[in-house]
């Protein structure tokens, strides 16, 4: 697999670890009161006990912070990156002589062919 779509994949992957790690908070947190006079009227019946929802988010925290990591590993390593703009441009200008070159080689050699099956 190429590192572009590794890097596709682990942002994919960390979108995926987020929007479950949102709808956990959601789904586990309990109520909190924010004001003492007005009390907590209906706990919420799914949440999680404080010591387990403190200990799930720290480990979906770790994790996500772990997929971000990896993802930066995979930046590193795209080609060129280290490179200023101009120093891509230059790289871009260059492969495009290349490849006009190779192109030109390659139509001399389809014409070439052309005659020799001719017998010309």
Do not use: C, W
């Amino acid at each position: 697999m190429d590192r572009l779509t590794q890097l596709q994949d682990g942002i994919d992957a960390m979108a995926r670890m987020l929007t479950n790690s949102l709808f956990y908070v959601h789904e586990k947190s309990s109520m909190a009161q924010l004001n003492e006079s007005i009390p907590i009227a209906q706990p919420k019946v799914q949440a999680d006990p404080p010591e387990v929802f403190q200990q799930n988010l720290h480990e979906l925290a770790g994790d996500l912070v772990k997929k971000a990591k990896e993802i930066d590993a995979l930046i590193e390593m795209l080609p060129g990156i280290k490179n200023t703009e101009e120093e891509q441009l230059q790289l871009l200008r260059e492969l495009e002589e290349e490849n006009k070159r190779a192109n030109q080689e390659y139509e001399e050699a389809v014409r070439e062919m052309g005659m020799f099956r001719d017998g010309g």
